[in-house]
């Protein structure tokens, strides 16, 4: 199997995302080349080969000239996989490339089990196994859900490319997020809420706790969504990642999108009433209970130890 892995690279800079992509294949075990449209000074460190089209001439974010060029790739590399991380280029690009070569998408790849990949469906709670059935398929893979064992290391023998026509988008700027008042990432402790929480009222609850431990609360994406809780606070892929000395998920399903966020924590308690949530899996301690009769009987004792 061949893959062509579609690399990315932001503001002057590799994304570590692109080290995902090499994860991905190797577990596949693909032969794997890199499309990067990057610099060289930024190169990955891998062995194999890198086309890379240089940033500074073909723009660093342009999707119709990205795909012209990875349309001439694609065609010399006749790659059985072409992948992007489900980033916001991945989820611009695949699909103009999947529509250009009549190929599947399979979106949000999660894991990969035989001749198929895993994608969650129904906010997590199934997985889909899908088997695309064209000669070439494109994937995109959810940040977070493959990473390298160790370090990336190796050279990779670079091959420059160029060309393209901007057609009629123009790359106008990036635009910052508006930073809230917590930096969950800089906290040691870290109690967080999710759905299981029940109505806003019971985030004082989760609040609470962090507080008589000495730490922040965070969330997870559909607390926030509700606006139950700021979006500085939300933990996942499309909120802060974190890596407290104790994470405590407290009525939190565990779906890879939050784990993504959470998983490098050093301690993890989880707090749900559900024995087989996937949150087990990353858990050092799984208490199943109600989280609305146990919080507040840890606030309490964690108070009186004072
Ligand atoms: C592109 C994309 C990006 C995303 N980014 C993020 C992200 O950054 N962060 C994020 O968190 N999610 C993100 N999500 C959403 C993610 O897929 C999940 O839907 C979400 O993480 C689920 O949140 P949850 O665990 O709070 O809710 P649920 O999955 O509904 O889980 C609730 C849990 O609470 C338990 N529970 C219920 N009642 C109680 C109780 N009384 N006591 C104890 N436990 C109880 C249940 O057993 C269950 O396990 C993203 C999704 C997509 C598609």
Redesign the pocket.
């Known amino acids: 199997m061949k893959a062509l892995l579609v690399g990315e690279y932001r503001e002057g800079k590799l994304l570590g995302s692109t080290y995902e992509l090499v994860a991905f294949a190797r577990k596949l075990g693909a032969e794997s080349a890199i499309f990067l449209v990057g610099s060289e000074q930024q190169l990955p460190r891998v062995d194999g080969r890198v086309y890379l089209a240089e940033a500074g001439e073909v723009g660093e974010y342009n999707p119709e000239r990205h795909k012209q060029l990875l349309l001439e790739i694609i065609a010399r590399e006749e790659p059985d996989l072409v992948v992007f991380v489900?980033s916001s280029y991945g989820w611009d690009l695949a699909p103009r490339v999947a529509i250009s070569l009549k190929a599947a998408q399979v979106s949000?790849v999660v894991d990969v089990e035989g001749d198929g990949f895993i994608v969650?469906s129904c906010?997590?709670?199934l997985r889909r196994r899908v088997v695309p059935k064209t000669r070439t398929s494109v994937i995109t893979i959810q940040p977070g859900a493959f990473s390298l064992a160790g370090d990336p290391e190796g050279a990779p023998e670079v091959e420059r490319i160029a060309g393209g026509t901007a057609g009629e988008i123009e790359f106008v700027g990036y635009e910052a997020v508006e930073k809230g008042g917590v930096d969950l990432a800089k906290a040691e402790i870290i109690v967080s809420?999710?759905?299981?929480?029940?109505k806003p009222e019971n985030i004082e609850l989760v609040a609470g706790l962090a507080r008589s431990l000495g730490g922040e609360y965070g969330?997870?994406?559909?607390?926030v969504d509700a606006e139950w809780v700021e979006h500085a606070r939300?933990?996942?892929?499309?909120?802060q990642t974190v890596s407290p000395k104790l994470y405590v998920a407290?009525?939190?399903?565990?779906?890879?999108?939050?784990l993504?966020?959470m998983k490098k924590s050093e301690f993890v308690v989880a707090?749900?009433?559900?024995k087989d949530?996937p949150?087990s899996e990353v858990a050092d301690v799984l208490v199943v209970?109600?989280?609305?009769q146990l919080v507040p009987v840890l606030t309490e004792k964690v108070d009186s130890l004072k």
């Open positions: 489900h949000e969650p906010n997590a709670k809420a999710g759905r299981g929480i029940g969330a997870s994406r559909p607390v939300q933990v996942g892929t499309t909120g407290c009525g939190i399903s565990g779906a890879i999108q939050h993504a966020g707090i749900n009433t559900d949530a949150i209970a109600d989280l609305k």
